[in-house]
């Protein structure tokens, strides 16, 4: 048997390594053993082998079988290779791609589930029907009215089309006056969006009724119908503290064609409404022509408080929320029922300074009085006008707080002789109401007297100190004249 050394052969598992032999490919160990070893061991495992390498003397030969060897190899650790690191889209494209294999497979079991099976027809009956959803048409439109009597308007085209001819758009140019860096004042023409609803006629005149602050300061007035037509118009009547208007355009000036467009509007008055049912609103939203939202009555009799521009008075009123949108140029527009009749004039002053999907309507119940009686009524002439006989000053809400006094006109002077003087109207006296009419300003009462000939009797309610505490009461004043 041939002796190989570690010098001619390749190593093997280790830096000594052990040489082959070239006739059976065992590993070959020339050498003795020390002291400490004998003879019997030159055949040991391999770690005996290796723990004899630390003696002096070597000389063992050790030949390992192939089954030895593989043996050892198999027992052997072996390294665990690297796992590739794959990146988050790696991982999200494996998902998409079983997710997609998936659906092909599921799509093709349940098509071919759906083309062995027949199908089965799937009768409701006429009781389980019913106690689903009934449908209903109401002016052409479908809606649907649950289990619970619930109504769901799906489409308020037909609506819409009933009730747009009697919307208009409104105008106001105003001057506002401007003053330079050297102190010089001018004024300059503004105008202003808003809209309206037309409420009523008679032989000359055509009423539409819309927001106080639409047509405040106006100079000139125009109002386009929903044929785009545009005409002339004039204030009717105002009152500002319950942001109200009526507005008067002559029949004479409408042509033929845009009289057989428009219409009066229907109106409901009676307070029926409820919180969540659907409404439409309609308006010239920002001055770029009518335009349709919706939404529901988000609450009822809601107190918001709001401030005149013009005089800086700040009024309460009882309003209707909702969240259909109100914008700047809806204010005077209607807020109408899955029925078209018109529930609320609009106004985005009341809404103005909140939040995104809460707007304001007046109630028609508030409104409609009011709008009667400015159509109605008429200014007397400059011969028969009214006088009350005082002076006074603005009780406002913050002076009210302040001062724990009633919203109202505190008296500061009665002329003498006067029929306020006459009536047992007494100096500090606080006037919250004009003939029906709630006032915070002497400017409402001087718009009030215009509607009054000298000699009319009105009520005129007060409240008067008594021990520390206001009292009202109502007293009875024949109104002298102004010449």
Not at 61 to 68: A, I, L, T
Not at 305 to 327: K, P, R, V
Request: overall charge negative.
């Amino acid at each position: 048997m041939d002796n190989y050394t570690n010098n001619d052969q390749n190593s093997y598992g280790s830096s000594n390594g052990y040489p082959v032999d070239p006739n059976n490919n065992s590993y070959h160990y020339t050498g003795t053993d020390n002291t400490d070893n004998t003879t019997g061991n030159a055949y040991s495992t391999y770690s005996s082998y290796s723990s004899a390498q630390t003696g002096t003397d070597q000389s063992h030969d050790r030949y390992y079988s192939p089954y030895e060897r593989r043996t050892m190899e198999e027992s052997a650790p072996k390294a665990k290779k690297p796992k590739k690191q794959h990146g988050f889209g790696m991982k999200v494209a494996k998902c998409a791609c079983l997710a997609a294999v998936f659906g092909l497979v599921a799509g093709g079991v349940f098509g071919g589930v759906n083309y062995l099976i027949p199908e089965k027809e799937v009768s409701v009956t006429e009781t389980q029907t019913s106690a689903l959803a009934t449908t209903s048409q109401d002016n052409g439109n479908t809606t649907a009215t649950t289990a619970g009597g619930s109504i769901i308007a799906t489409d308020v085209s037909d609506i819409v089309e009933d009730a747009m001819p009697a919307i208009v758009a409104i105008t106001n140019m105003t001057e506002i006056p401007y003053q330079t860096w050297f102190g010089q004042t001018y004024t300059q023409e503004s105008d202003s969006a808003g809209s309206g609803i037309i409420v009523s006629e008679d032989d000359d005149y055509l009423y539409i009724a819309t927001n106080n602050h639409v047509v405040e300061g106006a100079k000139t007035l125009t109002v386009q119908f929903c044929d785009e037509q545009t005409v002339a118009a004039e204030v009717k009547g105002t009152s500002p503290s319950n942001d109200l208007a009526v507005v008067q355009v002559k029949k004479d000036d409408i042509e033929d064609e845009t009289k057989e467009a428009i219409k009066i509007a229907k109106i409901n008055d009676g307070g029926n409404e409820k919180v969540g049912e659907p409404v439409i609103a309609i308006g010239n939203a920002l001055g770029y022509g009518q335009s349709v939202t919706s939404g529901i009555i988000s609450a009822l009799n809601r107190e918001v408080t709001a401030q005149d521009s013009s005089t800086g008075e700040t009024y309460t009123n009882t309003l209707t929320q909702t969240d259909a949108s109100i914008n700047p140029g809806n204010s005077g527009g209607a807020l109408l029922n899955v029925k078209g009749e018109v529930i609320g004039i609009n106004s985005s002053k009341m809404g103005g300074d909140y939040v995104d999907g809460v707007g304001f309507a007046i109630p028609m119940t508030t409104a409609a009085p009011i709008i009667n009686e400015l159509i109605t009524r008429e200014k007397v002439t400059e011969d028969k006008a009214a006088f009350l006989g005082i002076n006074g000053i603005d009780v406002d809400t913050s002076v009210s707080e302040k001062y724990s006094m009633p919203v109202g006109i505190c008296v500061v002077k009665v002329y003498e002789g006067s029929a306020a003087a006459e009536a047992g109207i007494q100096k500090g006296d606080i006037i919250t109401k004009f003939d029906g009419h709630d006032v915070d300003s002497m400017e409402e009462v001087q718009e009030l007297l215009q509607y009054h000939a000298a000699g009319t009797d009105v009520t005129v309610t007060i409240c008067r100190a008594d021990n520390g505490q206001y009292v009202e009461q109502d007293i009875e004043v024949t109104l002298g004249s102004k010449n």
